[in-house]
């Protein structure tokens, strides 16, 4: 064990699903109660909450829970809390927490990510819609061109593929019919039927060359993930996994000013702090909430070259449970869900302990990549059992 | 009747560029000490911090560096499909401005295809969209 470092000793997730019932609050509730029992934490313990983007009242199915909603509904006693929305991205809540009990700040933290947009469109009276008559900041750039979606402002960065590195459909495919097999063996996966080639190319596009299948739908669920300090280790019983490296680089914040998006920068700096080599990952958890960005992380980590992703994941082979740098084993966000980057540091964890069931990847895994985020937000945490 | 597209807030910083289209002129913010263009416009110069900045007028052409045809309904009132593209406008080096590209089928545009500005007006916005020349 290493003090000074910052050790993932707890991991918890709710109920998934679509239009659920239950509250937000309580399906957080539900997440952050596993993520004690599987730490082997007592709620007393917690004395830090962290979260991304924090409560967001114009758009509040997106993020319904702030930090001080939880613990004030929790009766937690937090030295230190955040929940912001201006950082690296979602995982960016954990460099927060990981950073705070770093510092001695607090000792351990829940990082939590709620997210209830499935629900809130069902019933737009309690769950107002995001309003988009007026417009300013980065939102002034796009949505006068009705470019609304993320899967828009995405799909220019992969039509540029396209063009410039040959990327086909049936490589891009790889990343949903991968999400797929893997969502199967999970039994919290959102989807669990599942997908060919043949439904893929006959689906119909959102936004060209996006098709149905490369974009995540609407979930509402909870994950939280407990970071504790490295001297704090022998107050919880588990399996802890050490931070090893963090970066979330962003040189333009912007979606649509750079040619490539903040995963490259973000990739390339996760290395610079720490003796791991990209050879060295055992499993890759990298966010797709729209299937192409996968392809930039594992271009940007250096997993292979600029514009050889497609070649990369060509055929699915590489990428699958038994394959040499297995991929979003539990279904990433087209299989499990739109867990909104939390999934993969979760599914990471899970992995790194051996305890994925059915899903669990072969050997003896000690090293995983996590990453969150698209266009100019990118987190990437390098994860270790050293 | 045309949709109504959502309407930027003006400021300080934006005012001349969504209302740049009353005299038919594309324009960028520019540092006149570096000739930077800066987008989105700001008061200063993100290369060399001066403040003498100030827009001004381009070709109002450019190429399309890249582009999306949107087939989702993002709601109900939107008609589909049509063209979102990031264009590279001549006289503004390294600035991508994205837009719709009008006046064509959306299986016509391709990636490098030459254009020019076009305004939409409505109200006070002049929103600037682009033709394939």
Redesign the interface.
């Known amino acids: 064990m290493k003090r000074d470092s910052a050790y993932i000793t707890g991991i918890g997730q709710s109920e998934v699903g679509v239009r659920l019932t239950r509250s937000p609050m309580l399906l957080t509730v539900d997440a952050v109660k596993e993520a004690l029992q599987n730490a082997g934490l007592a709620l007393e313990q917690i004395d830090g909450v962290s979260t991304y983007p924090g409560r967001m009242s114009v758009f509040l199915g997106f993020s319904p829970i702030g930090p001080d909603d939880l613990i004030e509904a929790m009766g937690i006693r937090a030295r230190w809390r955040s929940g912001a929305a201006e950082i690296s991205s979602q995982l960016g809540a954990v460099v927060a927490a990981a950073q705070a009990v770093r510092t001695g700040m607090c000792r351990h933290v829940i990082c939590f990510r709620t997210v209830y947009e499935a629900a809130a469109l069902a019933n737009p009276q309690e769950w107002p819609p995001l309003k988009r008559d007026t417009v300013d900041g980065g939102a002034q750039w796009t949505a006068p061109f009705f470019a609304y979606s993320a899967a828009n402002w995405t799909a220019q960065y992969a039509s540029r593929h396209v063009e410039r590195y040959g990327l086909t459909r049936e490589q891009l495919a790889q990343i949903a019919l991968n999400d797929h097999a893997n969502a199967a063996r999970n039994p919290r996966a959102l989807v669990r039927k599942p997908l060919t080639m043949d439904d893929y190319m006959a689906s119909r596009m959102i936004s060209t060359p996006l098709c149905l299948y490369d974009c995540d739908r609407f979930t509402d669920a909870s994950t939280v993930l407990i970071v504790s300090a490295g001297d704090a280790l022998d107050e919880a019983a588990c399996a802890p996994v050490r931070i090893a490296a963090m970066a979330g680089t962003v040189e333009r914040p912007s979606w649509d000013q750079t040619e490539f998006m903040a995963c490259a920068p973000t990739g390339r700096d996760l290395w610079k702090s720490t003796d791991y080599k990209p050879g060295d990952v055992d499993t890759a958890q990298l966010y797709d909430g729209f299937s192409f960005q996968a392809i930039l992380w594992l271009e940007g980590l250096g997993f292979c070259g600029t514009g050889e992703g497609g070649k990369f994941i060509e055929g699915g082979g590489r990428i699958a449970i038994d394959g040499e740098l297995p991929l979003n084993t539990g279904g990433g966000q087209l299989g499990a869900g739109r867990l909104h980057g939390f999934g993969y540091a979760h599914e990471a964890v899970v992995q790194l302990r051996g305890a994925g069931g059915a899903r669990q990847i072969p050997g003896d895994p000690r090293v995983a990549v996590c990453a969150s985020g698209g266009g100019p937000l990118a987190t990437a945490l390098l994860l270790a059992r050293d | 009747m045309t ?7 003006l ?1 300080e910083e ?1 005012r001349f560029f969504w209302t740049s289209g009353a005299d038919g002129r594309l324009r960028f913010m520019r540092c006149n000490d570096c000739n930077t263009t800066l ?2 416009p700001q008061l200063v110069c993100r290369k060399c911090l001066s403040e003498n900045v100030a827009p001004q007028p381009v070709a109002g052409t450019g190429e399309i ?8 309904k ?2 109900p009132a ?1 008609e589909v499909p ?1 063209v ?3 264009v590279a406008i001549d006289g503004a080096p ?7 590209i009008v006046g064509c089928p959306v299986d016509s545009v391709k ?1 490098g295809d030459r254009v020019r500005v076009t305004f939409e007006r409505q109200g006070d ?1 002049y ?1 600037p ?1 682009f033709e394939k020349t």
Request: net charge positive; charged share 10%.
């Open positions: 949709l109504q597209r959502p309407v930027p807030r400021t934006n987008h989105p560096y890249s582009f999306t045809v949107n087939h989702q993002w709601n939107l049509y979102i593209a990031r390294g600035v991508l401005l994205t837009t719709n990636i916005i929103y969209l």
